[in-house]
């Protein structure tokens, strides 16, 4: 939590569309205590934070919240209304969304991150702000303060993606794999942006390091495949590993995932089975990895069946 100079909070009026409710302002919030969050459909550090939010909507709209969900995207794929829909019931959103799509209500509210908390008064005033995952104690304190209310904190717990990532063996950073957001090329092939030579995967990957292999293009927010059969791979140490990936083919794009070069057994993440198979549907962030026994070192390989994957990032828990 931070304290700064209150402000009465912006306006909604940029949403480009509702969803579960009709456009909210001034007038239909006054005398609510209203909690809005910022996120984006693919954010990991969004998805670990969602049944808190959720949880805290629905065991505290009796005495007076309205949570906004405030759908800002990160990368031009989440723009797609389809997509926002899609994430907004498969995370059991039932509080209102207000869709973002041209950053007006982000830069209304000066914000900076996903997610973000910004806590309003019933007079409209923002009293309170937070960024990132935790804190969620002290988050629900402060709705409790504003609602005047006073009770045990509610039990969360995140269940497949949305649990709490293992923060004692996190030791590798989230990575975007287009230009625009990295200045590290894939190791040990010499690519450049916008080549679309036959690569090949390094012998060794240092840790932290990522590679590709087949005939890829490097463009501003994603590495693009362009014939069947092309790889990525990451050396990590997490538990688990994500990789944020779409594609603009009219059929899904299967997909087979190699932990170490073998089948990940019960190290398979929620996304794929354990001979390592898995399906593009539909942009968004897939779990290929969670380690269930030893947390270690591992070098992660996925394999697209099919061109036209768009990989944008990696991330871990």
């Known amino acids: 939590m931070s304290m700064f100079e209150r402000v ?16 909210l302002g001034p007038a239909e919030l006054r005398g609510h205590v209203v ?25 505290y709209r009796d005495d007076g919240l309205v949570v906004i969900g405030v ?13 926002v829909r899609r994430a907004t019931d498969e995370r059991a959103i039932d509080y209102p969304v ?23 008064d019933p007079d409209g005033i923002v009293c309170d702000e937070h960024f990132g995952e935790g804190s969620y104690d002290e988050s629900e304190r402060a709705i409790q303060r504003l609602l005047g209310v006073q009770r045990e904190l509610v039990a969360v717990e995140g269940l497949g993606v949305e649990a709490e990532a293992d923060w004692d063996h996190l030791n590798t950073p989230e990575t975007y794999l287009g230009y625009a957001r990295n200045d590290q090329l894939p190791s040990s092939n010499g690519t450049r942006p916008s080549d679309r030579s036959g690569l090949q995967l390094p012998q060794r990957l240092r840790l932290n390091q990522w590679a590709l292999a087949g005939t890829w293009s490097i463009e501003p927010e994603s590495v693009v495949l362009h014939e069947a059969g092309g ?43 354990e001979d390592g198979n898995g399906v593009l549907q539909n942009g968004r962030l897939y779990q290929l990895v969670r380690q269930r026994d030893v947390v270690r070192e591992r070098t992660l390989q996925i394999t697209f069946l099919k061109p036209g994957a768009h990989a944008y990032s990696f991330t871990f828990g």
């Not at 041209?102 to 000066?110: E, G």
């Not at 794009?253 to 993440?269: M, T």
């Open 8 to 23: 009465h909070m912006p306006s909604f009026a940029g949403a480009t569309e509702w969803l579960n409710s009709e456009p």
């Open 35 to 59: 909690l809005v969050n910022f996120w984006t459909l693919t954010c990991i550090n969004w998805l670990r934070q969602a049944p808190y939010v959720r949880t805290w909507s629905r065991a």
């Open 71 to 83: 759908h800002t995207p990160e990368f031009s794929f989440e723009q797609d209304i389809g997509a």
């Open 98 to 120: 207000a869709v973002d799509s041209d950053h007006v209500i982000w830069s209304a509210f000066a914000n900076h991150d996903w997610p973000a908390l910004y806590f309003i």
């Open 231 to 273: 790889s990525i791979a990451y050396r990590f140490d997490a538990r688990d590993a994500h990789l944020v990936v779409s594609h603009e083919s009219r059929e899904p794009i299967p997909f087979c995932v190699l932990i170490d070069g073998e089948r990940p057994g019960r190290s398979h993440g929620a996304d794929v089975d």
